[in-house]
């Protein structure tokens, strides 16, 4: 048998122990009477045994540090709820600061889009006279027999398509410049 009163099978052991050696003290007018009326071992007397006694004071010692937990939980609360309320409107903000972020890059994108249409616009201009020129020019060699009608057709069908689309987008381009209404589908 153990007699290490620290550890759990020791105080298995002791609580046998000191059960008999607390029956060993009362006298036999005590002992038939509990044995005739079990009752007469009430809560007093366990009450009085050492390891309710360690159990009760465990327990009081628990709730004690319960209760100065929960004391201290409850006098954090305020500036918990504080510390909440600051966060959810620093993320508001934070919020609302992406959107207007977000909303001056739309901005300042579609104006360098708008600022590079309008250098490209200069170029596409050009390219367009230079199509109608050529178109025009290739007309003249018709007229002056420089060139045969065949040869004409072919060249004249593709330069002046050619001509055609790049007139298009530049107007194109005049109207989204105007308007400021680009889609970007037809560059």
Same mark, same amino acid.
């Given at each position: 048998m153990s007699?290490?009163?620290g550890?759990?099978?020791g105080a298995k052991m002791d609580l046998p122990r000191a059960s008999f050696d607390r029956l060993n003290q009362l006298d036999t007018d005590? %002992?038939?009477a509990i044995f005739h009326d079990p009752n007469r071992l009430d809560d007093s007397w366990i009450s009085e045994h050492p390891i309710y006694r360690n159990l009760k004071q465990s327990r009081d010692e628990l709730i004690a540090g319960n209760r100065s937990l929960a004391e201290f939980t409850l006098s954090r609360e305020d500036s918990l709820n504080e510390a909440r309320e600051k966060f959810v409107r620093s993320q508001n %903000? %934070?919020?609302q600061m992406k959107k207007e972020a977000e909303e001056q890059k739309r901005i300042y994108e579609s104006r360098q889009c708008g @600022?590079? %249409?309008g250098q490209v616009l200069p170029m596409l201009e050009t390219n367009s006279e230079i199509s109608q020129d050529t178109t025009d020019h290739l007309g003249q060699q018709l007229v002056s027999g420089a060139i045969g009608i065949d040869a004409f057709m072919v060249e004249f069908l593709s330069k002046s398509s050619e001509s055609h689309l790049r007139r298009v987008k530049v107007e194109k381009l @005049?109207?989204?410049m105007a308007t400021g209404s680009f889609d970007g589908s037809t560059f």
């Open positions: 007699t290490g009163g550890s759990r099978n005590e %002992l038939k %903000l %934070l919020i @600022r590079a %249409l @005049r109207h989204y």
